[in-house]
């Protein structure tokens, strides 16, 4: 199974692909992590990726192509994957139905997660990270029991130099442009099922549920 994850920064996409990949029992695949992972151990893609994810603007397509090309022939061959974060262009929207193909499989279902540009913004600005194991909280909705230390592993949080205002914006303005394009797409394909982002993760997650569910049973 591919199931896709489409959302604009701060819409929960990290959240909800965590708890979908345990329930539904596939592997997550964020290309924000994998990035970020890669500017911190300093490896060629992260040289090639850092002052793209510094401004906020996007890693260009034949990089991003080349790299969930490699995660999904590790993964998608054993197990189903949900992908959070990619495609962002058209091209790349494009790159991955010609790679599936290529490897046998096609796109499942896309679920697009909406929510507007102010309730973003003030929910990015709150956001914490822990640079260790990933996990993220937000100071009012989801803040961690400790100020500051990480719940799971006690690590130091952090707020990601991307979720500082003025890059929060540019983030919105590359995703307006260049990845609602990507939501158009899978609708002309009947593959998109919108759910409302607003609310509690909790809420998010059991609309995401609900809206899955119906496609099960048709
Ligand atoms: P995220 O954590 O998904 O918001 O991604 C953080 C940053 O990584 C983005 O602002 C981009 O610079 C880069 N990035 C992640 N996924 C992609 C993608 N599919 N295409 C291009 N750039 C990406």
């Not at 994957?81 to 796109?107: C, S």
Request: proline content about 5%; hydrophobic content about 35%; aromatic content about 4%.
């Amino acid at each position: 199974m591919v199931l896709i994850l489409l959302g604009p920064p701060g819409a929960g996409k990290g959240t909800q692909a965590v708890a979908l990949a345990d329930e539904l029992d596939l592997v997550q695949i964020s290309t924000g992590d994998i990035l970020r992972e890669a500017v911190r151990s300093g490896s060629e893609l992260g040289k090639k990726a850092n002052s793209y994810l510094e401004q906020g603007l996007l890693v260009p397509d034949p990089i991003m192509l080349d790299l969930i090309e490699e995660e999904l022939k590790l993964h998608a061959p054993d197990t189903g994957v949900i992908l959070d974060g990619f495609p962002r262009t058209l091209a790349q929207a494009e790159g991955l139905t010609g790679l599936l193909a290529r490897l046998g499989m096609n796109v499942d279902a896309v679920v697009s997660i909406e929510i507007d540009d102010a309730t973003l913004v003030k929910r990015l600005s709150a956001r914490r990270s822990c640079p260790q194991c990933g996990a993220v909280y937000n100071l009012v909705t989801n803040p961690p029991s400790t100020d500051s230390t990480c719940d799971r592993c006690g690590h130091h949080l952090i707020q990601r130099d991307d979720d500082h205002v003025d890059t929060v914006r540019e983030r919105l303005r590359v995703y307006h442009t260049q990845t609602e394009p990507v939501v158009d797409y899978y609708r002309e394909r009947s593959l998109l099922k919108e759910v409302d982002g607003t609310g509690t993760p909790q809420e998010v997650w059991e609309r995401i549920v609900k809206i899955l569910s119906k496609q099960d049973n048709g």
